[in-house]
């Protein structure tokens, strides 16, 4: 059995690994996971003992979980070009660096607006404002962090080419994005590095992977968003109950 990857396509982690696959060209298959429709939480869905969370990589009787041990492992195992993950100890560093970075300002941060947006709304429950207001504090605050202390004049966030770190990173920005923030606009050296990282992804790969999330919101308006199942109700509460 080949490589099999369990994405959804609304999760910006499961978004990095399917971009970065399709464009080197890594031959696996697609197994879809709507986490919407409580999928994750299913029985025959995901791997044997996986955690209830994509993305998930099957390779043969090897499983693997979370998104940049997912990343690194292609990598290395179909030797993609040395930019994504350079051979080079202090250039894999700096890559590192950011990940860690990432994980601490970026990925519970940037994620909150589609809990606020569509998720609690499916549920029946109101995010305070007061939440919805620090979340978007919190938003333009790492996304300083990131132009000054990353990106700052260099082509990418941590060398002059493209690497796992913009992958992640672009994602996670193009949820706010989707969720109707533009955290683009008035950021001239984010925009433009979203456009190099972009150019390099190719139009049409862009456009594919992105399109679920950039229809969300009309979805949600026209209540085309499946209701999750019960048994996914008490995690999605318990995640919206840690909004901070």
């Given amino acids: 059995m080949g490589l099999q990857l369990y994405l959804d396509l609304l999760s910006q982690p499961c978004r990095a690994v ?32 996986s955690p209830q969370k994509v993305p998930v990589l099957k390779d043969g009787d090897f499983v693997l979980h979370q998104s940049v041990a997912i990343l690194i492992y292609l990598s290395c195992k179909y030797q993609t070009a040395d930019h994504w993950y350079p051979p080079d100890l202090q250039a894999r560093a700096r890559i590192h ?58 082509a990418f966030l941590t060398s002059q080419r493209v690497t796992l770190a913009d992958l992640m990173a672009l994602e996670e920005l193009m949820q706010v994005v989707a969720l109707g923030y533009d955290v683009f606009e008035g950021r001239p050296r984010l925009a433009a590095w979203r456009g190099r990282v972009e150019a390099v992804l190719g139009a049409d790969l862009c456009q594919e992977t992105h399109g679920p999330i950039l229809n969300i919101l009309e979805q949600a308006a026209n209540k085309q968003v499946p209701p999750p199942p019960p048994e996914a109700h008490p995690s999605m509460l318990l995640r919206i109950s840690s909004i901070p």
């Fill in 18 to 49: 399917y971009l970065f696959a399709k464009k080197n060209g890594i031959p696996f298959e697609l197994r879809t996971v709507e986490v919407l429709k409580g999928q994750h939480v299913s029985k025959g869905f995901l791997p044997a003992n």
């Fill in 97 to 154: 660096e950011y990940l860690g970075w990432h994980a601490d300002f970026i990925r519970g941060t940037f994620g909150v607006c589609l809990w606020t947006k569509v998720l609690a709304p499916l549920l029946g429950v109101q995010v305070p404002e007061e939440k919805v207001q620090r979340n978007r504090v919190a938003v333009d605050r790492a996304l300083q962090l990131l132009e000054d202390q990353f990106l700052g004049d260099k």
